[in-house]
């Protein structure tokens, strides 16, 4: 079961359980909820069906300090090609001048140390 479904089960558990019983703030003491969420819930269920309780799709965030894929790539084929290199070559690779075609957003030195000391331990995991 996705946790999308959970949520949306364990919503329509709450309204259902206040409908039973009849009592709301005894089911939001019980489901640990507030009564302002239960009665959001309620009247998201009332206008738009119990369909409208599924939690809805987001999307993964942008980072914009994020190493570019390209220097991801780089690096990791750099790994594989050179597995005896360390943290400190792959941060010196990824500083070193380019050529004006490649010439673009670079990633902090902190960054290349973060992302190489990743390649590292994901490659001696794989020997």
């Known amino acids: 079961m996705t946790p999308a479904e959970i949520i949306y089960q364990r919503r ?6 206040a409908a039973r019983t009849g009592n709301v703030a005894e089911t939001c003491r ?23 309780l599924v939690p809805k799709a987001r ?24 597995p ?14 380019r050529s004006r075609k490649d010439s673009g957003s670079r990633p902090s030195l902190p960054q290349l140390r973060s992302l190489a000391t990743t390649i590292i331990s994901i490659c001696a995991h794989k020997r």
């Open 59 to 82: 999307r993964t965030p942008q980072m914009p300090e994020a190493t570019p894929t390209h220097v991801v790539q780089a690096l990791l084929t750099l790994a594989v090609v050179e």
């Open 12 to 17: 329509v558990a709450v309204l259902d359980h």
């Open 84 to 97: 005896t290199i360390g943290c400190r070559q792959y941060a010196e690779w990824g500083t070193r001048p």
């Open 30 to 52: 019980i489901f640990g909820i507030s009564r302002t969420r239960y009665y959001q819930w309620k009247n998201v269920a009332d206008r738009y069906g119990l369909d409208a």
